[in-house]
């Protein structure tokens, strides 16, 4: 089975995980912050805070933007369930805001819309979470214009995006947001087998965040209620969680990171190729859009109206081929634990007709050129049949 994405692991990577494995520290030790800062260099924030997945990050971002019950968080309905899971952890609630046909990324307009109603009624979201779907940043200068005026905090879901760029800057520079987060799952672009980073260019925001990974502890006199009682003390000052990145997985992401340009390079070079090579099918493909450099997480086709009724079938038929395509993704207001919140078919009708016609077939940077050829001869058949 070509599978739909899968990581890239060289024997320095190995050999990193294995002398983090003889050190003094399997977690708490000197790598995790070596990798925080390393990836914030990279992406150009000013703090970082590595956690143990990504779901993890967004559930300590909003927590440290004040996000609580009775507040409203709006994200993508294109996107994985963590995204709005993280506002139900701390009893907020969520509502979407219809994608962008053509980037699959939330649609300003539809954002525009939505919050002029927003606004007539009262209420509004705390928290706005673009998702740059498949590695291409939403257009975040337009979702920035919209919602900083009314107050509203943004959070960027770069879980697809670390190492693609937006305006000039990379994803993660946070320059049209308070925090974005980034995760390291094996299909993503770099990876700890599971974590996450949130980065931010706001220090309370950091400190925050890296207080709430570590069960609401603190060891720093200054947030103390009074002076310490003594070098073996610290208090717990907010209700936080054991987040927590271990040695190994930074060590693993270090080495990781020193390819990130190479990977990303090669998943263009390879989007690239399926442009070319799927150009006459009757396929709708990825579109580029100015001022945005895709990491390519993911590459998407949509098969045409004519076809949507053979998305099982097609599917089906590439998988039985070996082909391990996949679905980006259910639209996260269909599911059913979403529905029994009030969601219904319909509440949004760009997401549900992507849905209808989306396949993710294989791209990862040890995609042969073969192999891709392979996925190509497979889907003309199946269009074809
Ligand atoms: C993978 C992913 C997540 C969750 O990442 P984990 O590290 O697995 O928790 C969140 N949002 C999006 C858009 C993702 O693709």
């Known amino acids: 089975m070509i599978p739909y994405g899968r990581q890239a692991i060289s024997k320095q990577d190995i050999d990193a995980v294995i002398e983090t494995l003889q050190s003094d520290f399997l977690t708490q030790g000197p790598q995790v912050p070596k990798f925080e800062r390393a990836v914030a260099q990279r992406v150009g924030a000013d703090h970082a805070i590595a956690v143990n997945s990504a779901t993890s990050a967004l559930h300590v971002a909003v927590s440290a933007l004040g996000l609580e019950q009775g507040d409203l ?21 969520v509502d979407f805001v219809d994608i962008d046909p053509d980037t699959f990324n939330m649609s300003p307009r539809a954002l525009a819309k939505k919050l002029e109603v927003a606004k007539a009624i009262g209420r509004l979201p705390k928290v706005i979470i673009p998702v740059h779907m498949a590695g ?36 993660g520079a946070c320059r049209y947001s308070d925090i974005s987060v980034f995760s390291f799952h094996p299909v993503k672009i770099i990876t700890t087998a599971e974590g996450g980073m949130a980065v931010t260019n706001n220090s309370d925001l950091a400190d925050k965040m890296a207080m709430l990974r570590s069960h609401g502890i603190t060891r720093d006199p200054g947030l103390m209620t009074h002076e310490p009682e003594g070098p073996w003390y610290y208090q717990q000052i907010d209700l936080g969680w054991n987040y927590r990145l271990t040695e190994l997985q930074a060590a693993l992401g270090l080495s990781q990171l020193g390819r990130l340009e190479e990977f990303v390079e090669r998943r263009n070079a390879l989007a690239n190729r399926y442009d070319k090579l799927l150009a006459k099918l009757p396929l709708s493909l990825p579109g580029r859009q100015a001022q945005t450099y895709s990491s390519f997480h993911l590459y998407i086709v949509r098969l045409k109206d004519s076809d949507a009724n053979r998305r099982g079938e097609i599917f089906q038929m590439l998988r039985e081929a070996g082909i391990g395509v996949n679905l980006h993704y259910i639209p996260v207001h269909l599911q059913p634990y979403y529905r029994a919140l009030g969601f219904e078919h319909g509440d949004f009708p760009v997401a549900e007709n992507y849905y209808g016609r989306a396949i993710s077939i294989p791209l990862y940077p040890d995609l042969s050129d073969e192999d891709q050829q392979r996925v190509v ?3 003309s058949s199946a269009l074809a049949a």
């Open 73 to 93: 968080l709006w994200t993508s309905p294109i996107t994985f369930v963590a995204s709005a899971n993280c506002a139900r952890y701390v009893g907020a609630d």
């Open 136 to 171: 291409q940043s939403a257009p975040m200068r337009e979702i920035s214009a919209l919602a900083k005026p009314l107050g509203i905090r943004i959070l960027e879901d770069a879980s697809h995006a670390i190492g693609g760029s937006y305006a000039g800057h990379p994803v």
């Open 377 to 379: 001869q497979v889907l």
